[in-house]
């Protein structure tokens, strides 16, 4: 049964500390009697994206267009001068950037002070192991260690591997540990890579094992143990891996790593494809790893030698995805709003689902700190330690009152093998080692506005203030059944009627998009309603009331301006005459109180009349 078959797929954020650390999970020793590889003299990594020489044991350039530590000379810790070797140039060199240089104690002329290793007592198989300071000995002790990883275009990690130790006398080892956390103890799945200087130095070897969980069927290593351990060793073919240590003099010229004069088996180098050599040995996925830790060992490849120094370097092999929200409002303004949106997650990101609100967006992005958005709105969602691999990320339907913004998904990305596509509501993410991908969501506020312009029916068009409109949400509203709306971001509904200023309008805001029903309910003293029909009015874009133009919809309405007439007959002489009034409109039909008489003093006043011809006749006793 394999090993590597539970490496896991996720990983804590990196962190670590020097003093009285507790390793994230225990470094392992290897048995003498482990079945091991010996790491081959050849010049390159097989398929190594950088064609990085890890096999040689020399820092220089020995081939145009390959990568070696000089390359990396002047940058991140390196010296600052070297000469590659030979006639070669930086120029040659395939990659120049992206190592980290960790130094050991303050470098070659500090060995033997603030040296840190395991606490005494501990054994290679605790569960948990803490580190405090210590006195290594000289032999056991790195002065540098240099480290570069890279990934290829289908995602294999490549790690490379250096150190330099300043005493070269007697047998040394060391290992590499790649931890899927930076704090708390050993996780299923953490692999570690050892190497062995023994006989005095000469070519390593290299072999790996891996923390078997609790439960778990697989033998431990040691027989006294019980899951969770250390597994038996795996094989891994040579394929995958070279190393190799210098069997001659380095100059200082030829030092990019701490620019001094090297002895014989001081300075050691691996390089190896983690990737394939773990699938070769058993199957199974790659760990999202948060750090490398480098511990030196005493007595050769004794499982029960000492640990001595340790040096962690914080160099994840994770990639992030960081998804953000942004809310505009109508007016296309970021300013807040307290909106929900909700995502969904393939490829195993976690959690699988969750929502963003950028209700604080008017004073910056906020990042969740767990999978609320009421009590504490948040619009930004982080996945740390993110293994290489696609994922996808899917922004739910947007609430009534949103819709997708101008530009309404788009993505950076960052890393060798790293893209990111916006389709619709989708981000297809393709992670690489170490990758970076930022996507930012965008939904504009849909809140409209309904204008009504009252004005005389006259040619002059005057302005009318005073008059009465029901807005509805019901599709046949009465002045007594108006079911009135509520705008967003308030808790009650309009209060009906809504009357014109003087201005002759009225306007409601922060409506959401649909239909309302508008109608007339009463015109203004001394003007007739001209159209008492409910209008229907489609509220189905942003709008707002600051300006004569800015609604959604506006709906105009005209009163017409009514007059007054009266006729009357009034017999000079006290019981002369009787008179009959009689006015009637172009119909011909009696208006106000017509006809009146015959009397002494007949009057017919007739009130609100539209413009139009009127007629009255008197008839004065006949």
């Known amino acids: 049964m394999s090993m590597f078959r539970r490496i896991g797929r996720r990983a804590a954020p990196p962190g670590s500390q020097r003093r009285k650390w507790v ?163 050993h996780t299923p799945g953490d692999v570690l890579l050892a190497f062995e200087f023994v006989n005095g130095g000469g070519t390593p070897s290299l072999h790996a094992l891996e923390w078997l969980p609790s439960g778990s069927s697989e033998p431990c290593y040691l027989g006294s143990d019980s899951p969770p351990c250390w597994g038996n060793n795996q094989a891994i073919s040579g394929t995958y891996f070279e190393g190799n240590v210098n069997t001659a003099q380095i100059n200082a010229g030829d030092n990019a790593i701490n620019g001094q004069t090297l002895p014989a088996n001081a300075f050691a180098e691996f390089g190896i494809n983690l990737t394939q050599a773990i699938k070769a040995a058993g199957g199974g996925s790659l760990p999202c790893f948060a750090n490398q830790t480098w511990v030196s060992r005493s007595s050769g490849s004794s499982f029960s030698s000492n640990p001595e120094d340790v040096e962690v370097v914080n160099r994840p092999t994770c990639g992030t995805i960081t998804i953000i929200k942004h809310t505009l409002n109508g007016a296309g303004t970021r300013s807040g709003i307290n909106q929900q949106f909700s995502y969904s997650t393939t490829g195993g990101l976690t959690p699988s689902s969750f929502a963003l609100n950028d209700a604080g967006g008017a004073t910056g992005d906020v990042t969740c700190t767990a ?115 509520t705008p967003v971001g308030s808790t009650t509904a309009l209060t009906e009627p809504q009357t014109t200023d003087a201005n ?37 874009a942003n709008g707002d009331c600051s300006s004569s133009t800015s609604a959604s919809v506006t709906l105009p309405f005209t009163d017409t301006p009514l007059t007054d007439i009266t006729a009357t007959a009034t017999s000079e002489a006290t019981g002369g005459t009787k008179s009959t009034v009689t006015c009637v409109d172009g119909s011909n039909a009696n208006v106000g109180n017509s006809p009146q008489g015959p009397l002494a003093a007949p009057s017919v006043s007739a009130k609100g009349l539209k413009p139009g011809t009127y007629t009255c006749t008197i008839v004065v006793d006949p």
């Open 371 to 485: 999978n609320s958005t009421t009590t504490s709105p948040c619009n930004t969602q982080v996945f740390s330690n993110v293994p290489g691999g696609s994922y996808t990320v899917t922004e739910g339907a947007e609430p009534a009152t949103f819709a997708p913004g101008t530009t309404p998904l788009s993505c950076t990305a960052a890393g060798n093998g790293t893209s990111a596509t916006p389709s619709g509501e989708t981000a297809s993410i393709t992670l690489g080692i170490s990758g970076n991908v930022v996507c930012t969501y965008v939904n504009q506020q849909q809140l409209g506005a309904i204008r009504i312009n009252k004005t005389s029916s006259k040619a002059a068009a005057t302005p009318l203030s005073g008059a009465q409109f029901y807005v509805c949400t019901n599709s046949s509203p009465t002045s007594a059944n108006c079911t009135a709306p």
């Open 23 to 185: 390793f994230g999970t225990t470094l392992l020793v290897v048995l003498s009697s482990m079945t091991y590889f010996a790491m081959g003299a050849g010049a390159v990594v097989t398929n190594s994206p950088s064609s990085f020489e890890s096999g040689d044991g020399n820092m220089v350039l020995n081939t145009s267009g390959n990568t070696d530590w000089n390359c990396f000379q002047g940058v991140t810790g390196f010296q600052a001068t070297a000469n590659y070797g030979g006639s070669f140039t930086k120029s040659d060199c395939a990659v120049t950037t992206g190592a980290s240089q960790t130094w050991a104690d303050g470098g070659i002329n500090n060995v033997g002070t603030n040296e840190f290793q395991f606490k005494s007592g501990t054994k290679f198989d605790d569960p948990c192991v803490t580190v405090n300071s210590g006195n290594n000995p000289p032999k056991d002790e790195w002065t540098n260690i240099a480290e570069y990883t890279e990934a290829s275009s289908t995602n294999d990690l490549y790690f490379y591997g250096a150190s330099i130790r300043g005493s070269v006398n007697g047998d040394s080892s060391g290992n590499v540990y790649f931890s899927q956390k930076s704090t708390g103890c």
């Open 504 to 540: 002759g309008t009225v306007c409601v805001a922060n409506l959401p998009l649909g239909n309302y029903y508008v109608f007339e309910g009463t015109a203004p003293s001394g003007y007739a309603i001209d159209d008492s029909t409910v209008h229907t009015a489609n509220v189905n």
